[in-house]
Structures are given as C-alpha cells and as structure tokens.
C-alpha cells in the first residue's frame, strides 16, 4: 500500500531554522520514520515514512509504504532503498529522525538479511534531532512534548508502539487480516505515521522561535500535570478500596471502623 501527500509549508526565515553545522539543510533533507514490528528481533517494517521539503514550492511531499500481508515484508525494503538512493540522486544527502537508532537498527538489521546493499553512513548524514534539542537545551525530551513546546497541534491520534506492533503482527500471521481490518483503522496508522515525518520538518523550520524559558515552562506544566495526575489515582484507589471494605462490611467480613470516606 502506497500513499503520497502534499502539505503546505512556507519556510521560515534562515534566522529560525535549525542549521546543522551551520549550513541550512531543510531542502537537502529525507524526513524519516518507521513503524515496525520486532520479536527478539526486527520482523519487519510495518510502515515506511519519508517526507522531504521543497521551499521553491513551499510544500512537504511525503511518501508512506504500509505493509499489507508477509509478501510484503521485503518488497518494502527494496521500495525503501529505491527512494533513499533516488533522493540522494536529488541532492536530499541528509537524514533527519527523532531518536532515530531504532529505525536505522530495525532497516539495517532487515536490509542485511535480504542482501541489500545500502550503508546509511556512506551515503547520508544523520541528524538526530532530539539529540539536537539536548545539545542546545542540557535537556531530554519526547517527540510529542517537543511538538507540544512548538505549538504544533498534531492531526489524528496517538497510537502506542504495542497496538502497532500488534496489528503488524496480525499481518504476518494472516494474509487476509488487512482487507477484515476497518479501513479508518489503516488510516489512523498512516496518519500517525504522517505526521511523524512532517512534524520534523515543522520543527526545524521553528527551530529557534522557542527559548530556554519556553522550554522551562513547559517542564513546570509537565510536573503539575503529573501531580494532578499522581494525585487522580491516588483517590481513584482510596475509593476503590473504601468499596472493597464496604463490601466486606456488608457481607459481616468487617466491622465499620475500618470504613474510609472517599476523598478523607
């Protein structure tokens, strides 16, 4: 399954992009990032996401691979070398991902296995750009919490890597799961996957309308959250247990003094 988009995108100005060793890269660039599916060890790609920016167009052109039975799971690994060889061909020599070592170990791992011969290190060079946060910033941070700093509002939902790699796995196992599976169920995993790439764009793009302050805030509103959180369950469980005791209570297994009022 192949699916391709064009977002629009005006480029900001060369004072706010991320330069990378000092040079402006947004155009020479393959934005990256893979869904998959590991067992002790990779299986295979679930989905293939690329995107790159075009500025003279002011567009993201992105390019998405999903696996749709076990056939699949080498076709698009020769669907993937065929793109990053013909970006390189386009002048596109740098990779950019967040946390990206995952994904290189995954597609390394599976391009060994199937003899394809692509070295990412000969041929690209890697921005990490979470790595790249941490060097500006002396901080870590995940890729939604960076998107939440830059205010970029992310289109479909959050899906955790069990629920894909589940799903992936079902494809494996069975050749005719993708036609029973809901087709807005395909799209979900496509469009998390979209905006993955895009969003790395976006990004660089903003790099340096956020300071040390913006990023300090935002670690503030991520601990008050956590409390509240932290403090959610806590009651949630106090209740959950006055119900268990007052059950007991009813049943003659507990005398009332152990009854503990919700909220006290």
Not at 2 to 12: A, F, L, V, Y
Not at 164 to 174: E, G
């Amino acid at each position: 399954m192949r699916k391709e988009q064009t977002i629009p995108m005006e480029k900001g100005k060369s004072d706010m992009i991320l330069m990378v060793d000092g040079q402006d890269i947004m155009d020479r660039s393959i934005y990256f990032d893979l869904e998959h599916y590991l067992y002790k060890k990779p299986i295979c790609i679930g989905v293939f996401g690329a995107a790159v920016y075009d500025s003279w167009s002011g567009t993201i052109h992105t390019t998405q691979y999903m696996i749709e039975n076990k056939r699949d799971a080498e076709e698009i690994l020769y669907l993937a070398e065929d793109y990053f060889l013909r970006m390189k061909e386009q002048g596109r020599d740098n990779i950019v991902t967040f946390s990206g070592n995952n994904d290189f170990t995954v597609i390394n791992h599976l391009f060994n296995k199937h003899s394809i011969d692509l070295t990412f290190d000969e041929h690209f060079r890697k921005v990490d750009i979470q790595k790249e946060y941490e060097r500006r910033f002396k901080k870590n941070i995940g890729l939604k919490n960076l998107e939440r700093l830059f205010a970029i509002a992310r289109e479909g939902e959050v899906m955790s890597g069990a629920t894909l790699a589940k799903t992936f796995s079902r494809i494996m196992k069975d050749r005719d799961y993708i036609h029973r599976m809901p087709p807005d169920k395909v799209e979900r995993i496509l469009i998390y996957n979209e905006q993955d790439v895009v969003n790395l764009a976006r990004i660089m793009n903003q790099w340096q309308e956020v300071s040390l302050s913006d990023v300090e805030n935002l670690e503030g509103i991520l601990l008050e959250e956590k409390a509240e959180k932290l403090e959610r369950i806590r009651l949630e469980e106090e209740y959950r247990q006055s119900l268990i005791e007052y059950s007991e209570i009813e049943d003659g297994s507990l005398s009332t003094e152990h009854i503990v009022p919700f909220g006290g």
